[in-house]
């Protein structure tokens, strides 16, 4: 937990009214959709399903996100899911909010508002995608690292708008010993923030509503996508520096973390006879490339789920 602790938060990135603006050429929009928390609006990025589907799936990012577009635009080629009959949803920006409701403004690094981000994701967006005939119920939610624990608590807590979670890489087992200052460490590291405005200090309640091994029992029923790697490098990661070397150093400890979490998980839903479905590739580390081939792996499973 002391190296995780360590590891965590030197991870890179491997780690009014919307617009409405619908280009029926690309079937691409990108809109300002009304948010909470004083925020005022939030950027989200769509691409619509070639077949006029009205399910979608929202794709979370990790803990470095940017607010220029989503991770996932920038390192993989996750719009090309609407090829395939699924609309595709990328809200913009987050960075270490773990995509919930906080308390109150971060205070060190002077944040002037307060993340909102469940609410926004299951009333504001929802909200704002009717507009373009996509469904409120029954769409799927995938996230990596941070994402990964934010899909299953939201899909866990608002099972009326999500048929099917997807987590890659996430950390599941919050209440394990050392995590919770293991996560507080990598906020701090990614943009200054402060874990006690996002669920206050580790003996509050707010941190078990937010664990997914915890909040476990409400998945039932479910259908989950889950996945961490060995940590064993393999075919994307070919570092040609020593900074490359550095950063897939981290991943491999990052990743090797997320499978003792994800193991955790896999056995918290065994004894309670909840059945999802479990991806643990030989070889891969904290690395977009095996984000990527997972999500598209998982595909033709998210699709039954959602009725795609």
Sequence with gaps: ?????????????????????????????????????????????????????????????????????????????????????????????????FYADWYSPSNLNRQPYTYKWESF?????????????????????????MGGNAALILAAYHRDQFAFAGSLSGYLNLSAPGMREAIRVAMLDAGGYNADAMWGPPWNSAWLRHD???????????????????????????????????NTSNAMGLEALALAQNRAFQVRLATLGIDAHFSFPARGTHTWGYWQDELWAMLPTMKSAIGA
């Design 1 to 97: 937990m002391l190296v995780a602790a360590v590891i965590l938060p030197l991870a890179v990135a491997f780690v009014g009214v919307g617009t409405a603006s619908a280009d029926p050429y690309t079937r691409f929009a990108e809109d300002w959709v009304p948010a909470p928390g004083g925020v005022g609006q939030i950027k989200v990025r769509i691409w619509f399903a070639n077949n006029g589907s009205n399910k979608a799936v929202y794709l979370l990012d990790g803990l470095r996100a940017t607010d220029d577009v989503s991770g996932w635009e920038h390192e993989t080629n996750a719009a090309w899911l609407a090829d395939n009959g699924i609309n595709v949803v990328m809200p913009v920006g987050g960075q270490s909010s």
């Design 121 to 145: 994701l299951t009333q504001n967006l929802p909200d704002h995608l009717a507009r373009y005939g996509i469904s409120r119920s029954s769409n799927a939610v995938v996230g990596l690292s």
């Design 212 to 246: 997914p091994f915890v909040a476990a029992p409400k998945m039932r029923g479910l259908s989950m996508w889950i996945s961490a790697a060995s940590g064993l490098p393999g075919q994307h990661d070919r570092p040609n520096s020593l900074v490359g070397a550095f």
